[in-house]
């Protein structure tokens, strides 16, 4: 049974997602994914709906299908799944899937931790490099080029349209910002130093087919790490107020004195 966002591959995310919209049941879906409530309202815990005996065990059924799935139990041994009860220690049908329910939805950052490299199929992919700024802040994608960062921006407006279908921007994403990392000698006589390869907006879609493997802790962290990226250019952005200037006017005043 799989535990954290890393035991989940992309490909079986995506599966899992149209398994929910096809085969989960109305009535459950409202429970599940209840509606959120309007800015300034607080959160409302909603009575659950009345379900008929005939409904009940639709959603079993999905229950089972779902279970079986996510844990890679063949077919036609999913029935063998025990039915959860008091007096048995063991795990059952119900409360195996809901260790499984926190899958259905999207993690919180503070939840993913966004990894500098990785390896997947023998090839190391990393992000561009972040640099430190004058106050001492690591600023991630300061030397990337601007079509990088651009296609990035917009892949990732496209992140809410999960529920219309367009999935394939999970990891096109992910396929702009990790790249290969190669090796190079500025000089004949210097040691190799890794380097990630130079955005091509040619090869990201290879890329991304490549990458439907990933595990989705990787997935979501790249998407965490964009909106990193964004709030640091909206920083930026500020220091061009007439209040921002007068700031950094006054931050080089005092650094020379």
């Not at 899992?16 to 109305?26: G, K, L």
């Not at 079993?60 to 041994?77: G, H, N, R, S, Y």
């Not at 063998?80 to 999207?106: C, H, P, W």
């Not at 700031?247 to 004195?257: L, M, N, V």
Request: net charge negative; charged share 30%.
């Amino acid at each position: 049974m799989p535990t954290e966002w890393s035991d989940i591959p992309f490909w079986k995310a995506v599966e899992a997602a149209n398994m929910i919209a096809r085969d989960m049941p109305d009535k459950f879906k409202e429970i599940h994914f209840p509606a959120e409530p309007d800015e300034g309202e607080e959160a409302k815990e909603a009575e659950p709906p009345e379900v008929t005996p005939e409904e009940q065990e639709e959603f079993e059924e999905f229950m089972l299908k779902f279970v079986a799935f996510m844990c890679q139990i063949p077919p036609d041994t999913a029935g063998q799944i025990l039915m959860d009860d008091e007096s048995d220690s063991r795990l059952g049908l119900s409360t195996v899937y809901a260790n499984l329910v926190k899958f259905m939805g999207y993690p919180k950052e503070g939840e993913i931790e966004t990894p500098e490299t990785f390896t997947h199929n023998g090839v190391e992919y990393g992000l561009s490099p972040s640099e430190v700024d004058v106050d001492g802040n690591a600023v991630p994608m300061r030397r990337s080029k601007y079509i990088e960062y651009r296609e990035a921006n917009l892949t990732a407006r496209l992140w809410n349209e999960l529920h219309e279908g367009n999935l394939e921007n999970w990891t096109l994403l992910t396929a702009v910002l990790y790249r290969p990392i190669k090796t190079r000698k500025r000089w004949p006589w210097s040691k190799p130093e890794k380097y990630v390869e130079e955005y091509r907006s040619d090869t990201v879609k290879e890329r991304a087919l490549r990458f439907e493997e990933l595990p989705m802790n990787v997935v979501f962290g790249s998407y965490f790490f964009l909106q990193r990226r964004q709030a640091e250019s909206l920083r930026d952005t500020r220091l061009f107020s007439p209040e921002g200037i007068k700031a950094a006017r006054q931050k080089i005043i005092s650094h020379g004195t």
